[in-house]
């Protein structure tokens, strides 16, 4: 998957359950700062990136760190991504 179908597909989830469809954001809107993401949505939006992108976010994971803005998001996605991937490759599993 494309970091752009990423970018747009957490993108879309974002303004639809934390915007509720009244609005955009952008990669650098402060997300937690404005409220946009609250406890539920965090929640909401860790299942959301674990079922979509078949990824594990480690429990003690700090989200008020990871997940300040939408590139923050993206950027952690792909680090997860990566990880799988090099885990995968040194099990010999593809």
Known sequence: MADSEIFEGIKAFIEDKGLKGQGTIEADTPLLAW??????????????????????????????????????????????RGEDAAEAQSTGKS
């Not at 409220?35 to 965090?42: A, N, R």
């Not at 860790?46 to 300040?68: C, D, M, Q, W």
């Open 35 to 80: 409220g946009i993401l609250d406890s539920l949505t965090l929640a909401r939006l860790t299942t959301h990136l674990e079922a979509e992108y078949g990824l594990t976010i480690p429990s003690g994971t700090n989200l008020g760190v990871r997940f300040k803005t939408l590139q923050d998001i993206c950027d952690f996605v792909d680090e997860l």
